[in-house]
């Protein structure tokens, strides 16, 4: 049996990743692996140069960032002032 689990965001900067996620859109981190970390609500980033070490050679495995083939679905209460936070956060949408 298989079981979904999380999805995975390949990110270069984990430390801006992290700030990005926890401060704009209030995501508990429930375990940080160093080059891994998993939010409360299920979401998941992984460091890109230890993610490409996975996958092994880059020329034949390449990590394409901003494919824009995939969206992450959060719920809100007042989505205004939270688009307007991530706007003076400058989110590019």
Do not use: C, W
């Amino acid at each position: 049996m298989l079981k979904f689990v999380s999805p995975l965001i390949v990110v270069e900067d984990m430390a801006r990743s992290r700030q990005f996620y926890e401060q704009l859109f209030e995501q508990k981190v429930k375990f940080d692996f160093g080059v891994d970390v998993a939010f409360e609500g299920g979401l998941t980033i992984h460091l890109k140069s230890h993610f490409q070490s996975l996958l092994g050679d880059a020329t034949r495995y390449p990590i394409t960032l901003k494919t824009h083939n995939s969206e992450l679905y959060f719920d809100a209460t007042d989505i205004e002032s939270i688009y307007q936070r991530l706007q003076a956060a400058g989110v590019e949408f």
